[in-house]
């Protein structure tokens, strides 16, 4: 398993932009699918996007045009770059890594996103 730690979050204006970072420590990232999350007070955690061991890369059709995941493999380090921001998107966003190699899921601690209208 990896050990997450994200970072980046805070408070924004609607309309504005925030980079989330999800660096990893541990073995095997490179063979890591890597996703985030998020989690809005009161709702069920829900998926926002994944980039894959190989680089595919989805997101949920909420997210979709506004955010973009990257990954640094020589870093260990997956990105979510939000842009457009809107006050639904306030939540803790959460990293998570899924091993191809048998090693299991971790994730992070979570990292607070707050859009104000």
């Known amino acids: 398993q990896v050990q997450l730690v994200e970072s980046g979050g805070g408070l924004v204006q609607a309309g504005g932009s925030l980079r989330l970072s999800c660096a990893a420590s541990g073995s095997a990232f490179n063979y890591n699918d890597m996703s985030w999350y998020r989690q809005a007070p009161g709702k069920e955690r829900e998926w926002v996007g994944t980039?894959?061991?190989?680089?595919?890369?989805r997101y949920a059709d909420s997210v979709k045009g506004r955010f973009t995941i990257s990954r640094d493999n020589s870093k260990s380090t997956v990105y979510l770059q939000m842009n457009s921001l809107k006050p639904e998107d306030t939540a803790v966003y959460y990293c998570k890594a899924s091993s191809r190699v048998g090693l299991g899921d971790s994730w992070g601690q979570g990292t607070q996103v707050t859009v104000s209208s």
């Open positions: 980039t894959t061991f190989l680089g595919n890369i």
